[in-house]
């Protein structure tokens, strides 16, 4: 079965560096998403990505993000300068139709 | 997106049904509703997706009334697996883009 994956698993980062999490989507979806989790909180909409563009962003995706799809498969989350509030997990997520399948996630923790 | 109200938890036993139901007043007509389930540490994952009336899958059933102002997701005969958090989402899910709103969702324990 078609999975999203995402890699590092786990990324631990100092305060103020940069950080580029990296997603594989569906190779047969078009809508690619970011959502991330703080520990014990709900999951949050980051940003929505389609044909090559942000088509929504939330609150939260303020100038220090940023989303790339550098090669047609990969779909990257970069963090300019990462704060301590910026520890979460951040999950990607891709959909054809009305399933949206999620990664496992990358744990991110800013120290 | 409409808002959505539903228990912040549940105990169960294995072997039971678990019906969590979700209130959704403000729905909209074009309005779909779907449930997602969380393990710790891993990604929702979609359940089930209704309009009106039933829907069943290999997993669930999803009960949704005539007046559609809230659903029922039924979930048969509960194991130890089952224990996650389930959320109730409810917006005009269209063929393609859906940005999805999660809510606190309903944390459910299943005991032996």
């Known amino acids: 079965e078609p999975e999203v994956t995402q890699t590092p698993s786990h990324q631990v980062t100092q305060m103020g560096q940069e950080v580029i999490l990296r997603c594989v989507p569906i190779s047969n979806h078009l809508y690619f998403y970011w959502y991330r989790q703080i520990l014990g909180q709900k999951v949050e909409f980051l940003v929505s990505?389609?044909?090559?563009?942000?088509?929504?962003k939330s609150e939260i995706f303020d100038d220090q993000f940023s989303v790339e799809r550098p090669d047609g498969s990969n779909f990257t989350l970069k963090i300019r300068s990462t704060k301590l509030e910026d520890s979460a997990m951040y999950f990607c997520a891709s959909n054809l139709e009305n399933e949206q399948f999620f990664g496992p996630g990358t744990r991110l923790t800013v120290l | 997106l409409a808002k959505t109200t539903q228990p912040i938890s549940m105990d169960s036993y294995e072997g039971q049904e678990v019906n969590i139901t979700c209130s959704h007043n403000?729905?909209?007509?074009?309005?779909?509703i779907t449930w997602y389930q969380q393990f710790p540490s891993q990604g929702p994952r979609f359940i089930i997706q209704?309009?009106?009336t039933k829907v069943t899958n290999e997993v669930a059933s999803l009960f949704i009334p005539a007046d559609r102002k809230s659903s029922t997701l039924s979930l048969p005969r509960v194991s130890l697996s089952d224990t996650a958090v389930y959320y109730c989402?409810?917006?005009?899910?269209?063929?393609?883009?859906?940005?999805?709103?999660f809510g606190a969702g309903t944390r459910l324990a299943v005991h032996p």
């Open positions: 403000n729905i909209a007509t074009n309005d779909y």
């Open positions: 209704g309009y009106k």
């Open positions: 990505f389609y044909n090559n563009e942000i088509s929504e």
């Open positions: 989402l409810v917006g005009f899910f269209s063929g393609g883009y859906n940005k999805l709103i």
